[in-house]
């Protein structure tokens, strides 16, 4: 998982969550920008900011930047290292939950609208643009990510 500094300095997941992490003992990478990477032992889909903003996990074919690596001369580096993969902590309960429902949405989404409809009710969602015809749709965009110092998740 992938924990943005935007998304600790607003506040995610919560004190009492943030212990919970902790408590994993889970390995624990420092971001150049201040972020953390944490390491689990979880079955969770690629995901970009959808468990909430800032927060992203990583799941088969996904990868992640891990020390030594460096960006613009700044390094990541290991809080707690690395363990064998059968060594990894589970997830706390809530988190795996979240994101288990996350994979479930992921897999079922909701039916697009068709052009037609949409003209019909005069609503064409900004965000939204049409890729071919019929009921093909996709989402245009991506998140952004801002740089800024955040609260530390420490050992």
Not at 116 to 123: D, L, S
Request: net charge positive.
């Amino acid at each position: 998982m992938d924990i943005d500094p935007a998304a600790l300095e607003a506040g995610w997941p919560g004190e009492e969550r943030r212990r919970e992490l902790k408590a994993t003992g889970c390995p624990l990478v420092q971001t150049p920008r201040g972020g953390f990477h944490l390491y689990f032992r979880a079955n969770w889909p690629n995901s970009v900011g959808v468990i909430a903003p800032g927060v992203d996990t990583k799941g088969p074919r996904g990868y992640v930047v891990a020390p030594p690596s460096s960006v613009n001369g700044k390094r990541y580096r290991w809080i707690r290292p690395l363990v064998p993969i059968d060594q990894l902590p589970p997830p706390p309960e809530w988190l795996d939950a979240a994101l288990t429902a996350t994979a479930k949405a992921l897999e079922h989404p909701p039916t697009p609208k068709s052009a037609e409809e949409i003209a019909r009710k005069g609503k064409h969602p900004k965000s939204w643009t049409p890729t071919g015809v019929g009921e093909s749709w996709s989402v245009k965009g991506g998140s952004s990510r801002q740089s800024s110092p955040a609260g530390r998740m420490g050992r």
